[in-house]
């Protein structure tokens, strides 16, 4: 069965601490991964994609990675700003359809 | 800068009753989606749409949800009697091509009591 899996749950931050969030996924045949930011009560806002290994992409102070196996989200010197909860998504070649992780909850402390 | 949007932003229904989610997407999008997401919980593949015909959908998306392209710009889901386990927040999506970008509209909330 296909699945995506992200961790840790939850993380939390002081203000610059730098840090690195997971989504390992094992899917039959990667079309792209995402990446979405999502604030409480409010719908995910598109952060990166990423189509094949070895493709990394940068906005800010965040930078995503992708490997066969997974992808990483690092964030350089964080801000309270940017504490949310951080989405990872997948889409399987041939299919027209996403599966989600549950998401890491990131909470930055000034 | 264009955005998808979402009404009502929340619904109270009674069990039993149908309800109807309305979502614009994006205009140049050819490529048109429906999530869920019960509090706490992952966000949740119902139904993609393309072409005027649904391409994709899960095992939640049953006989009870329908979705519809009424016009060329509004994109609705349906659900018929609406369940307890039916109160989520429900996010549209659309993108442009096959291998674009997904945005999602801000949600509507709904609450069957």
């Known amino acids: 069965e296909d699945q995506v899996t992200q961790s840790p749950e939850a993380l939390r931050l002081q203000e610059g601490e730098s840090s690195s969030l997971n989504c390992s996924y094992t899917?039959?045949?990667?079309?792209?991964l995402f990446w979405y930011r999502q604030d409480p009560g409010k719908g995910p806002e598109f952060l990166f994609t990423l189509y094949s290994a070895g493709e990394e992409k940068e906005k800010e102070r965040l930078k995503a990675t992708l490997t066969k196996k997974e992808s990483f989200l690092h964030i350089t010197a964080p801000k309270p700003e940017d504490s949310a909860t951080y989405l990872c998504a997948v889409q399987i070649y041939n299919f027209n359809k996403f599966y989600f992780g549950s998401g890491t909850k990131l909470n930055v402390k000034p | 800068e264009p955005e998808v949007t979402q009404t009502p932003s929340h619904q109270v229904t009674q069990m039993g009753q149908e309800v109807i989610l309305r979502c614009v997407p994006i205009?140049?999008?050819?490529?048109f989606y429906w999530y869920r997401q019960i509090l706490g919980q992952k966000v949740e593949f119902l139904v993609s749409f393309y072409n005027n015909e649904i391409s994709e959908k899960s095992e939640i998306f049953d006989d009870q949800f329908s979705v519809e392209r009424p016009d060329g710009s509004n994109f609705t889901l349906k659900i018929r009697s609406t369940k307890l386990e039916d109160s989520a927040m429900y996010f549209c999506a659309s993108r442009r091509g096959d291998e674009g970008t997904q945005y999602f509209g801000p949600g509507t909330r709904l609450l069957v009591l």
């Open positions: 205009s140049n999008h050819l490529y």
């Open positions: 899917v039959s045949g990667l079309r792209g």
